[in-house]
C-alpha cells in the first residue's frame, strides 16, 4: 500500500513538472506596454537584462549607479528605454527615482517588474580582516538597498500586480568561506523574497529569486581581489597576520588566478531566466543559472552539514593550524 501511495505522489510530481516545463514556455501578452524597472545598469547582468528587454520591446528603467553608466547605455538602446540615476543606498536618490518613475508612467498603468540587481562583493578573506565599514557597505548594498527600493516601488506594483526578481545567488545556499557578509547579504536577500511571496500573496504581487554561479562581471575582478587582499593583510594585527602566515596569503592570492577558468562569458543563462521570471505565464520560485551551480554546487548543499563543513572548509589553512 506505502509503494502504491509512494508511486502515485512521484507520477504526479512528474506530471506537475511535465505540465510546468510546458506551460512555462508560453509567455504573457502585451510585454510592450509592462514597465520594468532595473537596478544597477551600469555593468553586468544589469546591463545585458536592460539591452535584451529593450529589443524585445519592452519599456525599461534603467537605473544606473553613475552617468557615465547611463550615457554608455543610452548608446546601445532605442528611445524607449529612459535612463535613471540610484544609488540605492541613498535615501534620497530613491525618492528622486520614484519621482522619475511617476512621472514617465502612464496614469493607468503600475509597474510590472522590479529587478533588484545592485550589488557588490566583499573582500575574500576571513572575517578578521574585513572592515566594518566594508561589511557595512555590502550589507547596505545588497540587503538594504533592495529592501528599502522595494518598500518605496511597492504602491507602483501593486497597481499592476506585478513581479519582483531579486539577484540571490550560490551563496544563498552555499555558505562560503571567506565571503561571510556577502553570504549574509544573499541569505537575507532569500528570506526577503520569501517573506514578501507570502505577504502579498492575496495583493497579487510576485517574487522570484535568481540564484546564478560565477559568471564573468565586474564584480569579481582577481586582480582587484589581490590588492585588495594585500592592502587587508598590510593593515591587520601583527597576531592575525602571524596565526595566517606569509605562505597561507601567497597561496590564497594564488588562488584568485583560477577564478577566470570557472566564470560564464555569456550571461543569457541569467538574463533569459530573469525574463522566464518577469514574462512567462508560469514563472518559478527560484531559479539556479549556469550548470556549475545547477550541477555542482547545488546538489552538494543538500548532503549532510558535517560533509558540506569538511569539503568547503577554508583551503589552505593557515599556518597556525597546519603546523599544530
Ligand atoms: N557575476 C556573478 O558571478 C554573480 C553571481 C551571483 C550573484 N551575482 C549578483 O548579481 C548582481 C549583479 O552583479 P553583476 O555580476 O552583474 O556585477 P556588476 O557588473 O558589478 O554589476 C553590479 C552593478 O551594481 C552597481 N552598484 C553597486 N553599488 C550600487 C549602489 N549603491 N546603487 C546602485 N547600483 C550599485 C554597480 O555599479 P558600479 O560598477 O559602478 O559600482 C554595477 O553596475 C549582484 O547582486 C550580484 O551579487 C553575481
Redesign the pocket.
Known amino acids: 500500500m506505502c509503494c502504491l501511495i509512494l508511486a502515485l505522489f512521484v507520477v504526479l510530481y512528474v506530471v506537475y513538472k511535465v505540465y510546468e516545463f510546458h506551460k512555462g514556455k508560453t509567455s504573457i501578452e502585451n510585454k510592450n506596454n509592462r514597465y520594468v524597472l532595473i537596478?544597477?545598469?551600469?555593468?553586468?547582468?544589469?546591463?545585458?537584462l536592460a539591452r535584451l528587454l529593450d529589443k524585445q520591446g519592452v519599456p525599461v528603467f534603467a537605473?544606473?549607479?553613475?552617468e557615465k553608466?547611463g550615457t554608455e547605455l543610452k548608446k546601445h538602446t532605442s528611445s524607449r528605454l529612459r535612463v535613471l540615476q540610484?544609488?540605492?543606498?541613498?535615501q534620497k536618490?530613491i525618492r528622486n527615482a520614484v519621482e522619475f518613475v511617476k512621472r514617465h508612467l502612464p496614469k493607468s498603468s503600475g509597474l510590472w517588474g522590479l529587478v533588484?540587481?545592485?550589488?557588490?562583493?566583499v573582500l575574500h578573506a576571513p572575517l578578521e580582516f574585513q572592515s566594518h565599514e566594508a561589511i557595512e557597505k555590502c550589507l547596505?548594498?545588497?540587503l538594504l538597498?533592495s529592501i528599502d527600493v522595494t518598500r518605496s516601488f511597492l504602491p507602483f506594483l501593486r497597481k499592476a500586480k506585478g513581479r519582483m526578481i531579486y539577484?540571490?545567488?550560490?551563496?544563498a545556499f552555499i555558505e562560503w568561506p571567506c565571503r561571510a557578509p556577502?553570504v549574509i547579504?544573499?541569505f537575507g536577500?532569500e528570506a526577503l523574497a520569501e517573506c514578501l511571496r507570502r505577504e502579498l500573496y492575496l495583493v497579487g504581487v510576485t517574487s522570484h529569486t535568481?540564484?546564478?554561479?560565477?559568471?564573468?562581471?565586474?564584480?569579481?575582478d582577481p586582480n582587484e581581489m589581490k590588492s585588495a587582499l594585500q592592502k587587508a593583510f598590510d593593515e591587520v594585527d601583527e597576531e592575525v597576520q602571524q596565526f595566517y602566515g606569509q605562505q597561507w596569503f601567497q597561496k590564497i592570492k594564488e588562488s584568485f588566478e583560477g577564478i577566470p577558468k570557472i566564470?560564464?562569458e555569456d550571461?543569457s543563462p541569467?538574463t533569459n531566466a530573469i525574463c522566464h521570471a518577469l514574462f512567462s505565464v508560469m514563472p518559478k520560485r527560484r531559479y539556479r543559472c549556469?550548470k556549475i551551480c545547477e550541477y555542482y554546487f547545488y546538489p552538494i548543499s543538500l548532503l549532510p552539514e558535517w560533509f558540506n563543513t569538511w569539503y568547503w572548509a577554508m583551503n589552505p589553512q593557515p599556518e597556525a593550524v597546519t603546523h599544530n
Do not use: E
Open positions: 537596478t544597477g545598469c551600469d555593468s553586468g547582468f544589469g546591463n545585458a537605473a544606473c549607479l553613475t553608466g540610484l544609488d540605492v543606498t541613498d536618490s533588484n540587481n545592485a550589488g557588490l562583493q547596505k548594498v545588497n538597498g539577484l540571490s545567488s550560490d551563496s556577502y547579504s544573499k536577500i535568481i540564484q546564478p554561479g560565477p559568471f564573468k562581471t565586474r564584480i569579481v566564470q560564464y550571461l541569467v549556469g
